[in-house]
C-alpha cells in the first residue's frame, strides 16, 4: 500500500506557473512509477506525465510538453510538477498516481495502482 497527497493547486492568471507536489507515504516510494493526470468537468481524466523509478526517463502529453516539468525527489518520498505558461485549457483536477512496475512509462489510468485525492488548478485568460 501507498498513500499519495497532492498539493500546491490553486488559481493563477494566464502565463503563469503553479508546482504541484505529491507526498508519498506507505510502501517504499522509489519501487514506483510515478504519473500525473487530470480531469477537467465532463471530460475523462487524461494523462499528463510519467516519471520511472530513477527519475531518469519521463514522457508528456503532447499538451504539455515545453511547459511543464516532472520530478521526484526519492529522498523525500515526493514528486512534482512544475507547470509554466499555464492555459485555461490546463483547469483541472490534478491527480498524481503510482505504478508498481518501476520502468513502465505508463499513459492510461488502469496502469496505476494508487492513486491520491487531487488538487484544483484554475487558470483564468
Known amino acids: 500500500q501507498v498513500q499519495l497527497v497532492e498539493s500546491g493547486g490553486g488559481s493563477v492568471q494566464a502565463g503563469g506557473s503553479l508546482r504541484l507536489s505529491c507526498a508519498a507515504s506507505g510502501r517504499t516510494f522509489s519501487i514506483y512509477a510515478m504519473g500525473w493526470f487530470r480531469q477537467a468537468p465532463g471530460k475523462e481524466r487524461e494523462f499528463v506525465a510519467v516519471?520511472?523509478?530513477?527519475?531518469?526517463?519521463?514522457y508528456y502529453a503532447d499538451s504539455v510538453k515545453g511547459r511543464f516539468t516532472i520530478s521526484r525527489d526519492n529522498a523525500k518520498n515526493t514528486m512534482y510538477l512544475q507547470m509554466n505558461s499555464l492555459k485555461p485549457e490546463d483547469t483541472a483536477v490534478y491527480y498524481c498516481?503510482?505504478?508498481?512496475?518501476?520502468?513502465?512509462?505508463?499513459?492510461?489510468?488502469?496502469?496505476?495502482?494508487?492513486w491520491g485525492q487531487g488538487t484544483q488548478v484554475t487558470v483564468s485568460s
Open positions: 498516481a503510482a505504478d508498481y512496475r518501476p520502468i513502465r512509462l505508463g499513459l492510461h489510468a488502469y496502469e496505476y495502482d494508487y
Open positions: 516519471i520511472n523509478w530513477t527519475g531518469g526517463n519521463a
